[in-house]
Every structure is written in structure tokens, then in C-alpha cells.
């Protein structure tokens, strides 16, 4: 290995976090606690920091699980490990420092809810996801669940009622989200997954079928989220800016579908993600101008 410099190590600490999904894990934390008590403040930003920290250290812990698997798949042969910049040890060394830095901040300050929820949104997704999608191409339905417990951190370290309405449809979107967000990645990726030999939809299933399958998923993304706007957002403005993308989401993509007669998966992704991001800025913004 040849010696790295101080940004190029820095580089590597955050890709092997996945800080570009550890954000938003930490924003959807956040906008449970937004949620449950109408403002950030400091104990906003602690949460959101060891939220964040928690994810980075699911994220690098999953780069040494997946390491010898990744060097065989061109979209991953370039990740820290496989591409020889580090040792499988330095990326255990990452996540043991994120996971203390975490656990500490979540400790100090919501040592019950925010450490033990974002402990078992680990659990899940290394400990139960990761092996488990060796094992068969559903691994997403219970891989979805690390989906739907940010927002819950976030709303039980605010003291929120674990079955409180609000919080359950937030969950819920979330949850439902995060299937057609895999379903589009496997029609972007499959034959990748296949090189590898994990088992994959596409061996039962048709490209058009996916599609299919992924609309269907989709359809019930934005159901769950037009029931946020009615039934968990009070501020008019902020439900018809969300109704608005929701329904310019629904159209565009059946037009795709059914019109045109061809899912765009890279597109499509993009938008569905976005849907996801806009809707947690709307709710924190809808939270802080009209509580709950």
C-alpha cells in the first residue's frame, strides 16, 4: 500500500462511514425529534451527531463484511479495501472509533432511547441484513426495518409515545420506501449481484416485471406519504408543496410506465430519493412552524 496523506486519509474515514448515507439517516432522526417536540436546539444537533456517527460506524463495519465481495463487482472493485488503499484492519479500527464517538454522544445525552435504538439499527442491518441477502433476494423486507428506526430514534429520545399515530405513518413511509429503492438498484446493478453469485429476483423474474414490481412499491411509497400530509402535517403550505411533488412523482411515472411502456430505473431513483430527502425537510419545517 502506498502512504496516503493526511485528505486522502479523511477521504477514506468518510467513504468507509458512508457519510452520503449517514446524513440522511441523521436528518431522518432528526425530524422524529422535530416532530415530537416542535424544535432542534442543541439537544437536536447531539442527536443528530451521534445518529450519525452510529450510521458511520454500520457503514465501515459493512465495508469490512463485504470487502472480498465488493473487489468482484466493478461498481465496488474500488471501495478503500478492495482497491488496496487500506487494510481490512484499519476499516475495524474506523468503526470501532465511530461507534465510541457515537455511542458516547447518544449516552450523555439519551442514554436509554437514542444508544439502545441506534445500537439494534446496527444490529439489523450488519448483523441480520448484510448475511441474510447472501441467502435470498427478499433480504430487503426485513433489510427495510433499518429504514423505518431513525425517525423512531429521533421521536422516542424526545420523549414521544412509541405508538403515537404520527410517528407510525412516518415509520411506515419509510419502510415502504426503502423496498422500491432496492428493487431500482437491482434493475441498475443485477447482473453485478449475479457475478458474485447473491441470489437476485432476476432469476425468477423479467426486467419488465421488476419494473412492475417496483411501480406497485412505489404506488405504496406515495399512499404512506400523502397520508403524512393529511394526516401528520398541520401547515397548509408545506402539505400542497409535498402533495404537489407527490402527485408531479405519480404522474411522470406512470406516463413512464404505462404510456411510454419503459421504467427509467436511474431516474426513477433519483426521483424516489428525492422524495424521501423532501420529505423530511418539509416535516422539520412543518414541525417548527406549527408543533404538534
Same mark, same amino acid.
Given at each position: 500500500?502506498?502512504?496516503?496523506?493526511?485528505?486522502?486519509?479523511?477521504?477514506?474515514?468518510? %467513504?468507509?462511514?458512508?457519510? =452520503?448515507?449517514?446524513?440522511?439517516?441523521?436528518?431522518?432522526?432528526?425530524?422524529?425529534?422535530?416532530?415530537?417536540?416542535?424544535?432542534?436546539?442543541?439537544?437536536?444537533?447531539?442527536?443528530?451527531?451521534?445518529?450519525?456517527?452510529?450510521?458511520?460506524?454500520?457503514?465501515?463495519?459493512?465495508?469490512? %463484511?463485504?470487502?472480498?465481495?465488493?473487489? %468482484?463487482?466493478?461498481?465496488?472493485? /474500488? =471501495?478503500?479495501?478492495?482497491?488496496?488503499?487500506?487494510?481490512?484492519?484499519?476499516?475495524?479500527?474506523?468503526?470501532?472509533?465511530?461507534?465510541?464517538?457515537?455511542?458516547?454522544?447518544?449516552?450523555?445525552?439519551?442514554?436509554?432511547?437514542?444508544?439502545?435504538?441506534?445500537?439494534?439499527?446496527?444490529?439489523?442491518?450488519?448483523?441480520?441484513?448484510?448475511?441474510?441477502?447472501?441467502?435470498?433476494?427478499?433480504?430487503?423486507?426485513?433489510?427495510?426495518?433499518?429504514?423505518?428506526?431513525?425517525?423512531?430514534? &429521533?421521536?422516542?429520545?424526545? &420523549?414521544? /409515545?412509541? #405508538?403515537?399515530?404520527?410517528?407510525?405513518?412516518?415509520?411506515?413511509?419509510?419502510?415502504?420506501?426503502?423496498?422500491?429503492?432496492?428493487?431500482?438498484?437491482?434493475?441498475?446493478?443485477?447482473?453485478?449481484?449475479?457475478?458474485?453469485?447473491?441470489?437476485?429476483?432476476?432469476?425468477?423474474?423479467?426486467?419488465? %416485471?421488476?419494473?412492475?414490481?417496483?411501480?406497485?412499491?412505489?404506488?405504496?411509497?406515495?399512499?404512506?406519504?400523502?397520508?403524512?400530509?393529511?394526516?401528520?402535517? #398541520?401547515?397548509?403550505?408545506?402539505?400542497?408543496?409535498?402533495?404537489?411533488?407527490?402527485?408531479?412523482?405519480?404522474?411522470?411515472?406512470?406516463?413512464?410506465?404505462?404510456?411510454?411502456?419503459?421504467?427509467?430505473?436511474?431516474?426513477?431513483?433519483?426521483?424516489?430519493?428525492?422524495?424521501?430527502?423532501?420529505?423530511?425537510?418539509?416535516?422539520?419545517?412543518?414541525?417548527?412552524?406549527?408543533?404538534?
Amino acid at each position: 500500500m502506498k502512504k496516503l496523506s493526511i485528505y486522502e486519509y479523511i477521504k477514506i474515514i468518510l %467513504q468507509l462511514g458512508k457519510a =452520503r448515507i449517514s446524513l440522511p439517516v441523521a436528518l431522518s432522526a432528526l425530524t422524529g425529534y422535530v416532530l415530537q417536540t416542535g424544535t432542534i436546539g442543541l439537544d437536536g444537533f447531539y442527536l443528530a451527531l451521534g445518529v450519525f456517527l452510529m450510521s458511520c460506524s454500520s457503514g465501515a463495519i459493512n465495508h469490512w %463484511q463485504e470487502h472480498k465481495i465488493d473487489a %468482484q463487482m466493478p461498481r465496488t472493485k /474500488d =471501495r478503500p479495501i478492495p482497491s488496496g488503499k487500506i487494510s481490512p484492519l484499519f476499516a475495524i479500527w474506523v468503526f470501532v472509533i465511530y461507534f465510541i464517538l457515537g455511542a458516547y454522544v447518544l449516552y450523555i445525552h439519551f442514554p436509554i432511547a437514542g444508544l439502545l435504538a441506534s445500537t439494534l439499527t446496527l444490529i439489523s442491518y450488519n448483523g441480520i441484513y448484510t448475511p441474510l441477502k447472501k441467502y435470498t433476494a427478499f433480504a430487503v423486507v426485513p433489510g427495510s426495518l433499518v429504514g423505518a428506526l431513525p425517525p423512531y430514534i &429521533g421521536w422516542l429520545a424526545a &420523549g414521544g /409515545d412509541i #405508538t403515537s399515530p404520527s410517528i407510525l405513518l412516518v415509520a411506515i413511509f419509510f419502510f415502504i420506501g426503502q423496498i422500491p429503492h432496492f428493487w431500482l438498484l437491482l434493475l441498475m446493478f443485477g447482473k453485478e449481484y449475479k457475478l458474485v453469485g447473491y441470489p437476485s429476483l432476476n432469476d425468477v423474474l423479467s426486467e419488465n %416485471q421488476i419494473k412492475r414490481l417496483s411501480y406497485t412499491w412505489i404506488l405504496a411509497t406515495i399512499a404512506s406519504a400523502l397520508l403524512i400530509a393529511t394526516k401528520v402535517m #398541520t401547515g397548509r403550505t408545506a402539505m400542497f408543496i409535498l402533495v404537489f411533488y407527490i402527485f408531479y412523482l405519480l404522474f411522470s411515472l406512470t406516463l413512464q410506465l404505462l404510456v411510454k411502456k419503459n421504467l427509467h430505473p436511474r431516474q426513477t431513483f433519483f426521483k424516489l430519493n428525492f422524495l424521501y430527502l423532501f420529505m423530511m425537510i418539509v416535516l422539520v419545517i412543518d414541525s417548527l412552524f406549527h408543533p404538534v
